[in-house]
């Protein structure tokens, strides 16, 4: 998944969390009431950088929040106690941004003194690029006082939580269900796929071997994503507008021309075709379910009270 309106989720938690702390929109607003100003300038110069990477960071975060919630075990490096997700087989050689999110915490550590942690940086991160990167996408208030995970599960992170780009629609509506989302949700969220960039692997078997997708569309695709080899090619996922966070994504899949066979399966004579149209139809719905889906995901799991800790550093625990 890609998308500016996740910059919010990347905020710190503070590190004086007390005991059974609860999430709070005004968490840091004693401790760090520079924090997201501190993200909003790191957020935007990586991603003038590589316009790519706003969508990177979304993913990032699905990926992590997918696999025993949002604690940011994503992040950190195999050490002797444990192998981490980094190399499991939905993100190996596949997500990316990890050095993008090292320098948010570092100017945050440098701002706030270590009362920031990586999950909640992550989530102001997310709304921040959405928002103030003129992407187009919709804002929602972001509920701070996360902690970190103190460990990472490579056999969790292979386990099929993360729904792969095969993935049917029963498959799908099973996998985002399993944490807590509905089907609805599901479809907003994919709405992310409006930006960034897919592999040619991943979506090689689709504009070859699928039939419900659009000739000329698929012949596009077929020049840069040969049958064999050319497996890191990369093609945007939304046809239309790939740098734009709109409803675009929607039109193309109406026009069967969803990139990945699981974006091809929202409108596919099944239950989510009305609900692909009535967001083609109309963006402001979408952009309200999208906030609305990104808040929920985003409150998969998480850690709080004693519970963690606050990393130093995104890669290790301390």
């Keep these: 998944m890609a998308s500016a309106a996740f910059v919010g989720l990347v905020l710190l938690s503070f590190l004086a969390c007390a005991a059974n702390a609860q999430l709070s929109a005004n968490f840091y ?34 990926h992590d929040c997918f696999v025993n919630g949002c604690d940011a075990s994503i992040l950190l490096d195999d050490n002797s ?9 939905p993100n190996a050689n596949s997500v990316r941004g990890f050095d993008v999110i090292d320098t948010i915490k570092t100017r945050v550590e440098a701002a706030c003194n270590g009362t920031g942690d990586v999950q909640d940086e992550w989530h102001t991160n997310l709304r921040v ?14 509920q701070l006082g996360r902690r970190d995970a103190t460990t990472a599960s ?45 592999r040619c692997t991943t979506f090689r078997a689709r504009i070859y071997n699928d039939t419900n997708i ?46 990945l066979h699981s974006d091809q399966e929202l409108f596919n004579n099944g239950s989510q ?9 109309n963006a402001a719905t979408f952009s309200s379910d999208f906030a609305a889906a990104m808040v929920r ?22």
């Design 154 to 198: 490579f056999s969790a992170a292979n386990s099929g939580n993360i729904p792969p780009p095969t993935s049917s629609l029963s498959a799908l509506i099973t996998s985002f269900s399993n944490k807590g989302l509905s089907a609805r949700d599901m479809t907003a969220l994919s709405g992310s796929h409006t930006i960034g960039q897919a």
């Design 29 to 62: 607003s004693s401790s760090c009431p520079n924090l997201q100003s501190v993200v909003r300038s790191a957020m935007t110069q990586a991603v003038n950088r590589e316009a790519r990477m706003g969508a990177s960071i979304l993913r990032l975060f699905f």
């Design 214 to 259: 659009d000739a000329n569309f698929a012949a596009t695709r077929r020049r840069n994503c040969p049958a064999s080899g050319g497996d890191n090619n990369l093609a945007p996922l939304d046809l239309q507008t790939p740098t734009r966070f709109d409803n675009n994504y929607y039109r193309n899949l109406i026009n069967q021309r969803g990139l």
């Design 129 to 142: 690029h959405v928002v103030y990167n003129q992407l187009g996408g919709p804002s929602w208030t972001v």
């Design 297 to 318: 995901m985003g409150a998969i799991s998480p850690l709080t009270g004693t519970s963690g800790e606050i990393r130093r550093n995104c890669r290790r625990v301390n």
């Design 81 to 89: 106690t444990f192998t981490g997700e980094k190399t499991a087989r």
């Design 273 to 281: 075709d009305s609900l692909v149209r009535t967001y083609t139809s």
